[in-house]
């Protein structure tokens, strides 16, 4: 990526008490990006997305955010990003015209307010009170706070905790839409699923330390290069045959189904060509390609849910 | 500065949408004031000291009751604010954190005014004895007496762990410091431990200072006593803004 980095962090520490929540953490994120810290709950993504927004002081560590100290410049920086905070509430019988009114009044620069809420599905919303909204209401609510001063660069921490999935799908398309503006977007998910469709690079984190960073496909690809193909067949023959496809591992499951194995990213393609060749009759076929979810198992020796 | 009052008219706004929370700041003490006068002045036959109580002592108690009660309203606010991560959220924007604070002690003071004037209309309507006292002097009286208590507020609204103790530690901490305030037993007639501590509480001054002004006594003859809640703001500011927490 040619782009440049919108915010470099390196070395960057923060304990409490006794917990070491983030332990030398280093990345950068790039212009026009969607930057994904992830890692279970604990991991200290939070803690890490707080420093670099400039709202918890590090241990240790540099931070630079639009080429600007994110703790001595944080009033420079907070006209020139947005945040949603994980959690986060306003007060209980705010309107959200109220609330959206209020932000507007604090920044120099700021967007339509009108047009935001409708661009957000909020417009019918705008005298309603906080505490009526559903879930997926205050979450949009939240991402139009944080786009009210068209931001450079968005922070967004556990955006969809607690959607259902048709919200939370409504949510994703709203965040490409940011980005389709030219907007760099950094968040923080413990859903793999969401990392997978929606980052371009992720840092995984785990006990408060960076595992590995890339692209969810270039993590698959360097971690779990695995590929597998189940099929279903009557035909004796095929285990031998399909065993001559070089660099697989064929074997049967309990159930007498072959199964596959191979690390080539066009294992598909040979064991079809040999399916065809040899007319070996199948019933079934299927193909488990491995997601994020298995590098994380595979980096941390644990499940994202433990 | 427009943040400030941005930030004070709304709270004012969202108080006031809670019909609850309005009348108890608001309309109670104002009843109550009146209530107590009407059956204890309406006495066939008061005693002398019923009639200074009645004259002199119960309005400052209520005006004391006011300021009282906006702290602790404040205090539990800002701890419901903390708790529901409001005050955190508020200070990722470009708002100081001083702003923020500020804003609610303004929309005390200023609800504590409205009472203030209610108290009056229905003090020159319903109250037994003539009040000749000079408003303007009793509301500034009870804005520096407010100040200071509301700034010891924040130091308890950083002790008290969760929203729920907020209300209940506020009340502990503030009524005791009432009843030690020589408003009920004369400062001079306490053990002298207790007289030692009354000195160190900003609601002896406050309550010092009220009392002259309702007795028409001049600010000059209270020096001390605005001097004491200075140092208390002063002293509880300082402490505060070290240890208070945004979340
Ligand atoms: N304000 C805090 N005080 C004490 N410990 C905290 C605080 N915030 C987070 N922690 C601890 O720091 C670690 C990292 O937390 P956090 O950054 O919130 O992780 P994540 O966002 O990945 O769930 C956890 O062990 C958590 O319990
Ligand atoms: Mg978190």
Known sequence: ?306 | MSGLWNLAWLEIKIFAREPLGFISTIIIPVIMFVVMGRSLGGRADPSERLRTFVSADLPVFAVMLIALNAVLSLVTIIAIYRESGILKRLRATPLRPHTILTAHVLVKLIFTSVTLVLLALAGRRFYPVALDVSWFSLAAALIVSSVSIMSLGFLVASLVPTARFAQPIGTLILYPMLGMSGLFVPIDSMPPAMQTLAHFLPLTYAVSLLRGIWLGEGWLAHGWDVAGLALVCAVCTALSSRVFRWE
């Open chain 1, 1 to 306: 990526m040619a782009a440049s980095p919108v915010i470099q962090v390196a070395g960057l520490r923060k304990r409490y008490g006794s917990t070491l929540a983030v332990n030398d953490v280093s990345f950068e994120v790039y212009d026009g990006e969607i930057f994904g810290l992830i890692g279970p709950n604990g991991a200290g993504k939070t803690t890490t997305m707080e420093c670099v927004e400039g709202v918890r002081r590090p241990d240790g560590g540099q931070i630079s955010v639009l080429g600007l100290d994110s703790f001595r410049d944080v009033y420079a920086l907070q006209q020139r990003v947005g945040v949603q905070l994980q959690e986060a509430h306003l007060q209980k019988r705010i309107k959200v015209s109220e609330a959206v009114a209020l932000w507007a009044s604090l920044y120099k620069t700021k967007v339509d307010t009108g047009k935001l809420l409708g661009q957000l599905g909020l417009q019918d919303k705008s005298n309603a009170w906080f505490m009526t909204l559903s879930g997926g209401q205050k979450q949009r609510l939240f991402i139009a706070l944080a786009l009210i001063n068209d931001p450079e660069l968005v922070f967004l921490d556990e955006l969809t905790t607690g959607l259902d999935p048709q919200a939370r799908h409504a949510i994703w398309d709203l965040i490409r839409g940011i980005r389709a503006r030219g907007k760099t977007i950094f968040l923080t998910t413990h859903l793999m699923e969401e990392a997978e469709r929606l980052c371009d690079r992720v840092a995984i984190i785990n006990h408060g330390r960076i595992v590995d960073i890339n692209s969810p496909a270039g993590l698959i690809r360097k971690h779990c290069p695995q590929r597998t193909v189940i099929l279903t067949t009557e035909d004796a023959t095929a285990d031998e045959k399909l065993r001559a496809i070089s660099g697989v591992e064929v074997s049967r499951d309990d159930k007498g189904a072959v199964i596959v194995r191979g690390d080539a990213a066009d294992l598909m393609t040979g064991v079809i060509a040999c399916l065809a060749d040899h007319r070996i009759r199948v019933t079934d076929f299927q193909t488990v390609v491995p997601t994020l979810e298995d590098v994380f198992l595979k980096l941390t020796g644990h499940t994202i849910r433990q």
